[in-house]
């Protein structure tokens, strides 16, 4: 599909994807909510795990792009209530959703209402590196939270926990893509910002920049140049080894609901 094709010439998503992954329980036998996947690809790649799916994000648009992918159970939420009963999940993975809410408070009061007792959240934000010259320059060139629907630039890891409360245990924290990821994102970012601009169009969603299949259809030769650069991408994405003292501009988390 063109998710999938999408995906494939994406090193952010695709570590993204592996990250989840890396603290999902198994969902074979699971029931599991994915909050928050962008135009559905990581909806669609869970669900291939195995086990039952539900998906859900903000608004009609990314709602519809998700839809498309996997067909049924799919939910269009509002901030931090969902449709869900109490104790309805094993696990929700939350995919760059708290940015952009304005109560992530009473989100995270949600989570555990909708969770079982032992019940595992996966939560991934931006993480909040406050003299970044990385995130200087994306905001210098226009990739500013206004651009991408963020209420709140992201998170730290003392952040999370108190968010979290006493009513969840982070079991796992890490951070990953560093400045090269960053700068290879911001490079792509920018080029779609400035095709918006020439459009004279700005995010079409309160998610910020979601690519649909339409999108993709529309800029077809953008696509292909991406395809043709993605060798060079990626190898510039791997030079993220060469800082291994440096935390990353993605927070993810593991967290287990507490009885």
Do not use: C
């Not at 036998?29 to 994915?34: K, Q």
């Not at 999940?89 to 109560?103: K, N």
């Amino acid at each position: 599909s063109w998710a999938v094709a999408l995906f494939n010439r994406s090193v952010l998503k695709q570590e993204k994807f592996r990250r989840i992954t890396a603290l999902l329980d198994e969902p074979a036998g699971r029931t599991s909510l994915d909050i928050g996947a962008d135009n559905g690809v990581i909806s669609y790649l869970l669900r291939r795990r195995g086990g039952r799916w539900y998906s859900a994000d903000l608004d009609q648009r990314a709602v519809e792009s998700i839809r498309q992918l996997v067909r049924d159970d799919v939910y269009q939420l509002d901030g931090a209530r969902t449709p869900f009963p109490d104790g309805s999940f094993d696990q929700v993975v939350v995919v760059d959703y708290l940015e952009h809410i304005p109560d992530d408070d009473a989100f995270a009061r949600e989570l555990r209402r909708i969770l079982r007792p032992g019940g595992l959240v996966i939560i991934n934000v931006p993480h909040v590196k406050s003299r970044s010259v990385v995130n200087r320059l994306r905001h210098a060139i226009g990739l500013t939270d206004e651009w991408h629907g963020h209420l709140r630039p992201g998170y730290t890891l003392d952040d999370l926990r108190r968010l979290l409360g006493a009513g969840f245990e982070v079991e796992r924290a890490v951070t990953y893509s560093r400045a090269f990821s960053e700068l290879v994102d911001t490079g792509l970012n920018g080029l779609y910002l400035a095709m918006q601009r020439r459009g004279g169009k700005g995010p079409a969603s309160s998610k910020g920049t979601v690519v649909t299949g339409s999108d993709l259809h529309k800029h077809r030769k953008q696509f292909l140049m991406l395809s043709a650069l993605y060798p060079f991408l990626w190898t510039v994405a791997q030079l993220d080894r060469l800082l291994p003292f440096q935390s990353g501009y993605k927070l993810i988390v593991r967290a287990r609901r507490t009885a």
